[in-house]
Structure formats: C-alpha cells, structure tokens
C-alpha cells in the first residue's frame, strides 16, 4: 500500500484565521514532508521530518508551523497567512529506499 | 545542494509517437532519480526512478536513461497515448537529501 492521505482537500481561510491541514501514512516510512506546489511549478520543499524530529526547514516563514504527532501523522498548523500563500499544499513519506510518495494535496485558498 | 533542469517546458506528440524529455543535474554525488507524472489537479505520481548504479531501467511504454559520466538523465515514452497527457518532473536526490525537481514538462497527446 502506497497510500498518503491528507485532510481537508480544499481550505478558504482569511488572513486572521489558524487552521490545520493533516497527513497520514502507514507504510512504516521514517521520514515524511511538507511541500508547497503553485500552478504549473514543480514543488518546493517546506520542511522534512526524519524519526520524527524536524531535520530540515526551508527558511519557512514562522507562520507555517509544523508537527510530527507520531509516525503515522504529520500536521501543518497555519496562522495570519497571506494571499501569496494560496497553493497545493503537498504531504510526501519516503522509507529506506529514498521514494518519496506524494498524498493528493490540500488546496488552500487565503482571501 | 542538487540543480536539475528539464527541457523542453512542452512537448506536443502525435498519438503513437515517441516522447523524449532531458534532464542535467549538478550533484555528482546524487544517486537516485526519480520521475513523476502529474494529472491536473492530482497528486505527483512516481512512474519511474532509477539509481546511479544502473544506465537504463524498463517499465512496458516508460523507460529512463541514465548517463552519470555527462550527469543527464531522460524519460522515453513509446507509443504515446491520450492519457499519457500531463506533466512530468524530474527530480535528482542530492547528498543533502532533498529531491530537486526539474521545472517540469508540458506533454500533450494529439488524438
């Protein structure tokens, strides 16, 4: 089973506003991630959790704040965010062998 | 950290034809090289990868080459059909262990 879910699939949310997208794997992989994709671009790497510790952060703004519950779980807590911020955001898991899976994306809409 | 880039941006094909997209990369310490295919509005789908210890991988009409020496890489799709349309990004993981992907490739199947 190659399978990444993520909650909701579509989010409007207004600048003042904090919301939460989710993802979830059980394919045992270690290492899972936070990428945000904009129309017709390739996606960019947010952040990477490795065992469930933050190895990498992109220079994310601190308006994106993430969280690896256990896991199985990832979490992308959003707060005061802007219109540029309206993109795919894409959760991806990866085991041993490298390949990351991608889940099907929540798309976020900030008015 | 790893540079990819992918050309043509768009690549139109006649149905039944062949499609070639070229990939460079930077990092010659990168092993792995993935290849996705994105629907409209659907997630990133691995179609193909390959590792740097082997020059071309087969998947029936998909096949990838590898040429470490000149540090390029190409996805061959044969026999192209309708739902072949999408677009496709090439991706090298660096030694850092970030995937770069490629800016992407436009491909359109004419019935």
């Known amino acids: 089973d190659t399978e990444v879910t993520q909650t909701p699939k579509h989010l409007v949310m207004g600048m003042t506003n904090k919301k939460s997208l989710k993802c979830e794997q059980h394919m045992g992989h270690r290492a899972m991630y936070w990428y945000k994709q904009k129309a017709k671009k390739p996606p960019e790497l947010m952040f990477v959790?490795?065992?469930?510790?933050?190895?990498i952060n992109e220079s994310v703004p601190s308006r994106f704040s993430p969280e690896c519950p256990n896991s199985s779980l990832l979490n992308l807590h959003l707060h005061a965010l802007q219109p540029e911020d309206s993109a795919l955001y894409l959760c991806a898991s990866s085991g041993a062998m490298e390949t990351q899976y991608f889940g099907p994306g929540t798309r976020l809409l900030v008015l | 950290g790893e540079n990819v880039e992918q050309h043509p941006s768009t690549l139109s094909v006649q149905e039944g034809d062949s499609a070639v997209i070229k990939c460079t990369y930077s990092?010659?310490?990168?092993?792995?090289f993935p290849w996705y295919k994105q629907e409209l509005g659907k997630r990133p789908q691995l179609i193909i990868d390959i590792r740097s210890n082997v020059g071309e991988k087969k998947d029936q009409r998909i096949a990838v080459t590898l040429n470490k020496t000149a540090k390029h890489f190409s996805l061959h799709i044969t026999e192209t059909q309708p739902e072949d349309s999408a677009v496709y990004f090439c991706a090298g993981l660096g030694n850092d262990y970030k995937l770069s992907f490629g800016a992407g490739t436009t491909v359109t199947v004419r019935a």
């Open positions: 990092d010659s310490a990168s092993n792995y």
């Open positions: 959790y490795s065992y469930e510790k933050l190895s």
